[in-house]
């Protein structure tokens, strides 16, 4: 099993900044991707930013330019870098990884989350 722990978060005025962090645990099991999500009251969970298993990064088109995904392979954390925040990044933003168990990949874990706030 993947344990996640997520830091970072707040409230923040718009055009502000914030950078969230999440540390994964997978004991002797290799993690096959990470990446991040967000859910907003009342709308569907939303994909934010995540690796591949090739190390190539995806972004949601509403955060390009705007977010940047970054990892530390030697700590098994990622991080979320958000520029130029908008009213409308407001959402409860969670880790999620997954594991590569001899070629099978696992259904996603989930961190805690962590809620981001930002003002008009």
């Known amino acids: 099993q993947v344990q996640l722990v997520e830091s970072g978060g707040g409230l923040v005025q718009a055009g502000g900044s914030l950078r969230l962090s999440c540390a994964a645990s997978a004991g002797i099991f290799t993690i096959n991707t990470m990446g991040w999500y967000r859910q907003a009251p009342g709308k569907q969970r939303e994909l934010v930013a995540r690796f591949t298993s090739g190390g190539s990064t995806n972004y949601a088109d509403s955060v390009k330019g705007r977010f940047t995904i970054s990892r530390d392979n030697a700590k098994n954390t990622i991080y979320l870098q958000m520029n130029s925040l908008k009213p409308e990044d407001t959402a409860v933003y969670y880790c999620?990884?997954?594991?590569?168990?001899?070629?099978?990949?696992?259904?996603?874990?989930w961190g805690q989350g962590a809620q981001v706030t930002v003002s008009a």
């Open positions: 999620t990884a997954d594991l590569n168990i001899s070629g099978t990949i696992t259904s996603p874990f």
